[in-house]
């Protein structure tokens, strides 16, 4: 493969890598941030007693966004962290359910898209 074309191709899985870990981050984060405010009785109050529900997303959001300067670093992260959660909330409990694993495993695949960039551009 090309010089040219190599470039274009890491370019275009960073892309996808950012892309995909900040919606992913986003979207989990909120739904994190809400999804229990109902057990605190709902509304802003409720959200704010929620909110240490949302913190790990939150730092997924921040090594999302750090993985964006720091690639290798931050993909490997990434990669460990959705690994975690893949086994966290798949397989440590009574509970399977096939959206969250499709979720986390996104996640790890995402770590891996920013390790994969991080390659072609060294090479």
Do not use: C, H, Q
Not at 52 to 62: C, D, K, R, S
Request: net charge positive.
């Amino acid at each position: 493969m090309s010089a040219s074309k190599s470039k274009r191709s890491a370019s275009i899985i960073r892309k996808i890598a950012r892309i995909a870990s900040l919606i992913i981050g986003i979207v989990v984060f909120l739904f994190a941030l809400v999804s229990g405010s109902e057990d605190y009785g709902g509304g802003i109050g409720g959200i704010i007693k929620n909110s240490p529900n949302a913190l790990p997303w939150a730092a997924f959001l921040i090594i999302a966004v750090a993985a964006r300067k720091w690639e290798l670093i931050g993909g490997i992260i990434i990669t460990l962290f959705g690994l975690a959660a893949t086994y966290f909330f798949n397989f440590s409990g009574p509970n399977f359910f096939l959206v969250t694993f499709i979720i986390t495993t996104l996640i790890t695949m995402v770590g891996l898209l920013f390790i994969i960039a991080w390659y072609i551009d060294r090479t």
